[in-house]
């Protein structure tokens, strides 16, 4: 039996960008508008998730919402911008 995936997605202008984690392999995967952009294996995917959902006690199953955290950061990483559409704040 083949486990289904955990999914987040986030909707941007040019296009989706979204993430699915396997649970059976502990693969995670990032597509940008359909295309895989990024794609890793424990223990890195699980570094991944951990660096952006540090608070949440997922071990190595994350949730929908640890993973929209992953696509978040990654929107911000690649385009500069948070998954509501606004730069960046560089204030603290």
């Known amino acids: 039996m083949k486990a289904k995936a ?7 202008p040019g296009g989706a960008v ?4 396997h649970i059976d392999t502990g693969r995670l995967r990032i597509f940008e ?3 895989l952009r990024v794609e890793s294996f424990p223990p890195h995917s699980w570094f991944t998730v951990a ?4 608070n949440s006690r997922w ?3 994350p ?7 992953v696509v978040e950061s990654y929107v911000l990483q ?7 559409g606004g730069e960046a704040s560089c204030a603290q």
Do not use: Q, W
Not at 51 to 54: D, I, L, N, W
């Open 51 to 54: 660096s952006v959902a540090g």
């Open 33 to 35: 508008r359909g295309a």
């Open 6 to 12: 955990i999914t987040a997605s986030i909707d941007l």
């Open 78 to 84: 690649r385009f500069g911008k948070t998954a509501h």
């Open 18 to 21: 979204s993430a699915e984690f």
């Open 63 to 69: 949730r929908e919402a640890d993973l929209y955290l």
């Open 59 to 61: 071990g190595t199953r």
